[in-house]
């Protein structure tokens, strides 16, 4: 199994956006479209920096 990576994508609509794949290649996060490529990896800092200190809120 290979190790977790981020992928930027570039929409039909010219929108950059990334996925998070897990190391078994599959999606487990998709993000929003951003209108740069810089806001899509400004998008995946604030990923790796927020997501350790980030709560669960179970609205189930």
Partial sequence: MGKPKFVIKKRINGEFMFNLKAGN??????????????????GIESVRNN???AEIEDQS
């Avoid at 290649?25 to 400004?42: L, N, P, V, W």
């Fill in 51 to 53: 997501a350790p200190i």
């Fill in 25 to 42: 290649g599959e999606t487990i996060a998709t993000s929003e479209g951003y209108s740069s490529k810089q806001g899509c990896k400004d």
